[in-house]
């Protein structure tokens, strides 16, 4: 796609406006409600479809197949993401009524972060055409490190600080308690964090560790950064609201890391295809329509034997029915 200038500061300015109405919203900390969370969830989504229709109606059906494969993907990986966010949330004990506080502005350092990766990327991209093979190796060691973790129940341990944020909290110190949306407090004297700025700096600290998974995968489903960027940008967008919609079901989902890792592994090697291309050696590639086809279905098929799994472990637990 050849974007102009003012078409990207255009998208740019449109997304802020996005990011400042949901911010608006919920300024107020309150415990969202299924409700509240099912209908921003739906909104965050149609506007994704509207985009993507839109990408199809001035740009053709290949830049708005990439978008759809590219978001899907986004957004299943943010959804994994979200296992972390609830350790997270139950490490630091974070109130109820402040937990979309933290989570939007976990959203605000993922698009920041993820546009200078995607930045770095295209640029990378651009200059060494033989990067693919390193995000495929990278997207098929992501893939079998997701299994691993999957079997040894990876998300059932208790979130661990980082090196960074342990660093931080020596530095600064940090209150025993809560106050409010505060992020900084006076005590005995001395300036010193709230345990709001620490799980925000968790959050954030995470993004990153995210980010890496994620640009490689849409990179290879799309090389165009202006698909890259706004997949993203939708993708995250609406997050907050899905962690409230599905937090509880997030433990049904049991087969995700698997179905993520058939993802991760299947652009892994389409990667590698368009990179051994890319070098002269006549090999099949895949397109994106058998690439959106393949991305659904493993979802759909993961999601469906998670519930499966789910409904017969908790029929296990409750034991044979009364006659």
């Not at 997701?146 to 059932?156: F, M, N, P, S, T």
């Not at 342990?166 to 409010?180: I, L, Q, S």
């Not at 890259?228 to 409230?244: C, D, E, I, S, W």
Request: overall charge neutral.
């Amino acid at each position: 796609m050849n974007v102009s200038l003012t078409v990207w500061l255009l998208t740019v300015a449109g997304l802020c406006v996005l990011v400042a109405a949901d911010f608006f919203i919920g300024r107020k900390p309150h415990d969202v409600s299924i409700r509240e969370a099912g209908i921003w969830t739906a909104v965050w989504v149609v506007l994704a479809c509207l985009f993507g229709v839109g990408l199809l109606v001035f740009a053709g059906g290949g830049p708005a197949g990439e978008f759809f494969a590219g978001y899907i993907t986004e957004k299943s990986l943010s959804v994994d993401n979200l296992f972390v966010f609830v350790l997270i949330m139950a490490k630091f004990a974070v109130p109820s009524q402040y937990q979309q506080r933290v989570l939007m502005v976990g959203v605000i350092v993922a698009l920041v972060l993820r546009a200078a990766f995607i930045a770095a990327g295209a640029a990378i991209i651009s200059a060494f055409s033989w990067v693919f093979y390193i995000f495929g190796a990278f997207l098929i060691w992501t893939a079998w490190k997701l299994i691993q973790d999957a079997r040894k129940g990876g998300h059932d341990e208790e979130y661990e600080e980082n090196k960074l944020l342990k660093t931080v909290e020596r530095r600064f110190g940090v209150a025993d308690r809560y106050h409010g949306t505060k992020l900084w407090i006076e005590e005995n004297g001395k300036r010193v964090m709230t345990p709001m700025l620490v799980v925000m700096l968790a959050i954030g600290s995470t993004d990153v560790l995210f980010a890496l998974d994620s640009i490689p995968a849409i990179y290879g489903l799309t090389q165009d950064p202006y698909i890259v960027f706004t997949a993203n940008a939708f993708a995250l967008m609406g997050l907050r609201q899905l962690y409230f919609l599905i937090g509880g079901l997030l433990k049904k989902l049991v087969h995700l890391s698997y179905g993520l890792s058939v993802i991760l592994g299947f652009i892994g090697v389409k990667l590698i295809l368009h990179a051994l291309h890319e070098s002269g050696v006549h090999v099949p590639e895949i397109g994106i329509p058998f690439s959106l086809g393949f991305i659904v279905l493993v979802l759909a098929v993961t999601t469906a034997t998670s519930l499966w799994a789910a409904r017969k472990q908790e029929q296990d637990r409750g034991g044979p029915a009364a006659p």
